[in-house]
């Protein structure tokens, strides 16, 4: 399971990790990322709310510093996330993000998260031969409707798109499910 897990890794997918415990998943990832060449990101443990996705996206600095003049929402949190969602889209950056425990933060304010998540899906669709992209690991106790969440149509996905492939196939292409439940 960790070798098929690291070949998607190689193969630039983004990972989505389920099944057993929240220690397993996060053992499993840390087996996973062991050698791994690139700077890790990795969401502290806890993160429920907006305004704790827009604490650790200050820490790692993954956001432009002129996002309180850039024409953004007037909430500070939302300022800085819409500014981290920007740059996701714009810069070339090879590190590893990991979202632990999605199925944990807040319903509510979920949907912040899983627009990185799609923003970053739609990265390395676009992806073309020796560009970078950050890549992606998330984990939760079991896949909850996520791919088709992530399918709905919105306009992170261009209007550019494949007409030859639904969104849901282009997540399915982009997110590899690992379930670790038999490993």
């Not at 099944?19 to 990795?42: A, C, M, P, W, Y």
Request: with cysteine.
């Amino acid at each position: 399971m960790l070798e098929e897990a690291k070949k998607e890794l190689y193969r630039n997918k983004h990972l989505l990790i389920i099944g057993k415990s929240e220690t397993d998943r996060r053992l499993f990832i840390n087996n996973l990322i062991e050698g791994v060449h690139r700077e890790v990101v990795r969401t502290p443990r806890g993160i429920t709310t907006l305004d704790d996705y827009a604490d650790f996206i200050k820490k790692v600095k993954m956001y432009n510093p002129d996002y309180k003049t850039a024409g953004y929402p007037p909430f500070p949190a939302l300022q800085l996330v819409y500014s981290h969602h920007d740059i996701l889209r714009k810069e070339d950056n090879s590190c590893l993000m990991i979202i632990d425990e999605l199925d944990q933060i807040n319903p509510k304010e979920v949907g912040y998260v899983e627009r990185t998540i799609k923003i970053l899906i739609e990265r390395l669709d676009d992806l073309k031969k020796g560009e970078k992209s950050i890549q992606l690991i998330v984990s939760q106790e079991n896949e909850n409707d996520l791919i088709d969440k992530l399918a709905k149509r919105d306009n992170v996905y261009g209007s550019n798109r494949n007409a030859r492939r639904t969104y849901k196939q282009i997540v399915e292409q982009n997110l590899k499910i690992i379930d670790i439940s038999g490993y």
